[in-house]
């Protein structure tokens, strides 16, 4: 896949205050994705039943949600909508049906992948909210793409070095700071349940 090159507008106070809007977005975005697919995957496994009639069990509940009219765009991996967003051609509620689909799917038990349904929510998610700020569609859904995913996984280094492969190297700083940011404000939970917290940096408070 071939994304776009994303330029920057001047910046000046007003386009660093929409940074912060989108990354503190995309934080509750991670906050809100992390704590369903968490309650969903606690509920599941509290439930005493068999785990092969639970697997049937879960197997249906998640046939009849994804084969809903409402889900029928979020079924698979969803590669074909990567690029969407940098061409505002995209479904604005999209990121919010993704989330859903996603964490029920993990929550459940049926484990895949999870960085590119992420890639997803997080470009969806920073079109939409260009809607509403004076960022670029594409530099806000680049920011989204890379961030949301590094910051769930408390990667900063990550995020910047994604950004720059995919998108060029004009906005690193910005791919840096949102990370960061969506980091601290996703919670303490991310991706990955035995990652180590270094001494030196500050934890998230929540």
Known sequence: TVYPSISLPPPNIQFW??????????????????ALESNIYKWADRLS???????????????FILTSKFFESCIGLGSEK???????NFE????LKKIISTSI?????????????????GSHAGAFISNYISLPIQLSAGIGFVALYCGL?????????????????QAWFLYLVTTVIVIYFSGKHGLFSKQEWSDQLPKPLF
């Open 82 to 88: 990567l690029l969407e967003p940098f061409s505002n």
């Open 153 to 169: 996984a408390k990667t900063p280094l990550t995020g910047m070095f994604l950004g720059i492969e995919l998108f060029s190297p």
């Open 17 to 34: 205050l929409h940074i912060i809007i989108l990354s503190l977005f995309l934080g509750l975005i991670g906050f809100i994705y992390k």
């Open 105 to 121: 799917s993990i929550g459940l038990g049926y484990r895949g992948g999870e960085a590119t349904p992420l890639f997803l929510i």
């Open 49 to 63: 039943t068999h785990f092969i009639l639970k697997g049937i069990i879960f197997g249906l509940i998640l046939y």
């Open 92 to 95: 604005n509620l999209f990121f």
